[in-house]
DNA sequence: TTTT
DNA sequence: TTTT
């Protein structure tokens, strides 16, 4: 029983940061890969595939990437299902990332254009929890520090 | 961009396989992945995941897998979308498979109990195109033939 | 960066179980993996695959795995390099794995005519440590005991 | 039988393009794939990883990628060998790439001050062949013609 | 013989 | 130094 997905492409939003209720971090993003072929009408089409991730990974997502980043995912395909308000089973494929990596130098990625992506008024850390971690874990507070490399925002650590 | 699955697991039904109206070979399955730790009320569970391909590999997965056969799959992910009957907009995650890796020796995988997956009476290979290649590609009529190793069916030949 | 390895193939020989001084499992084997095109010649030939595994995975595929095993391994490439006792610089490239599927039902896989594979003449584990294991980790002592699904062999406990 | 490898990490050295008697192209380079984790003594290391890849992408590598550039590949790992001058088996482990993602944007790749890398006192592409392609497969001669997104250099035809 |  |  093997389940491994390799993915490189970029973000269509912003990633959504969530907690849990027991306080459990978990990013949701969409990243569209396009494809290395055309259709039969002759232009370039993307999958769009929709990606989680839990715990510290999670904060680092919401905290480097934005909308436009290129980055790299390995993780597994999770099948799920769950009856929605109208009685309907509905059924959901989705990657169950273990890790991210982001794939542009610092200032460079994805479309900041006018910076709003940036701005305060975004909402793809609403309930950010307050980032008081004490960082005994793999990754750096701010993982451009070290250079000018690709960065890994993996995590094995249960933070909770 | 990069679009990389592999998956072991075993088929959930017989493979089903059809033909477009222009006579190119497309079967579909379903591949049961169990997954690697239990769930929180201590089961182990397992995804679900849809599977296509196309061409001679199809009619090949058609001939040599059944349900409950171990099988690797090689593939991308595909995402789609379509209007449904009521109008609704339903959208589509599924493998699509460059290859097909049969991993049981002939006559011992899956479940074949009382041979009732080969009796005629089987509708998996209802509309089945009369099986008249001349078969100068890789795979052989019988991969079983060459000896006992798990059989390639995969195929880049492009047979339309 | 990126760097994953998805095999599945047969083990050459039974695999090789050693202990560092600080009583760290590791285990080696090679994997065969048969190409799926033929040479300009027209024989089928394969890969061989040196890998490596550690801690307790390395005693499960100690275990569980003999010459002739059909097996699937995900892990990295890892390359190192040595003197050796010439003088000379040796490179090294070898999957390390994170984990490896048992990919045959018990009692059917790979060559073991003769039992001669699990007599006490063997020497593939030859310095192994008593196993005392209290198993707290993902495996079951016997996984074989829950069903007729592949095993897996995977684990991320840290036994030391 | 499974063999699947990607990849992401950055070119040791510019590509090495050459021509088999037979004419069909191939370029051989590493590629640097930093480690996810530090050694004992607290570095961060990384694995260099031999690459081969032919025909007409093997061109493109050549052609679009230099040393430092980040790249994807996609492959199988390949084993070989051969004998050496001293008469001694020498054993080769590589990847053999089906298809190379060049993952940075136009102008911004790798170390290409002074813009020496692309000086016509440069070695990387000697004995190249004219490059009289009519190019109807799927690579644009430029591939940085359609967009600022990540170029993917593969390719199925068979040039030869 | 290694990249950032 | 290779598996089925």
């Known amino acids: 029983m093997i389940n491994r997905v390799v993915l490189v ?6 990633p959504e940061l969530k907690y849990t ?5 978990v990013a949701n993003f969409t990243l569209a890969v396009n494809r290395p072929f055309s259709s039969q009408d002759g232009n370039r089409e993307a999958d769009f595939i929709n990606c989680v991730i839990w715990r510290k990974p999670a904060e680092n997502v919401a905290n480097f990437l934005r909308k436009g980043s290129l980055a790299g995912v390995e993780g ?3 099948t799920r299902n769950y009856e929605n308000q ?9 990657v169950v990332a273990d890790s991210v990596q982001f794939l542009e130098p ?3 990625g994805g479309q900041q254009s006018g910076g709003s992506s940036y701005g305060e008024e975004n909402n793809y850390n609403q ?3 307050p980032n008081n971690n004490q960082n005994n874990n793999r990754q750096d507070d701010d993982p451009f520090a070290g250079g000018s490399q690709p960065i890994d ?3 094995d650590d249960l933070p909770f």
Chains 1, 2, 3, 4 share one sequence.
Request: net charge positive; aromatic share 4%; hydrophobic share 20%.
């Open 86 to 94: 109208e009685g309907r089973r509905v059924y959901v494929t989705e």
């Open 9 to 14: 492409g970029r973000l269509t939003k912003d």
């Open 127 to 129: 309930n950010r929890k």
């Open 21 to 25: 209720p027991t306080g459990v971090a």
């Open 76 to 78: 597994r395909i999770n």
């Open 153 to 155: 925002i993996s995590d």
């Open 106 to 108: 610092r200032n460079s």
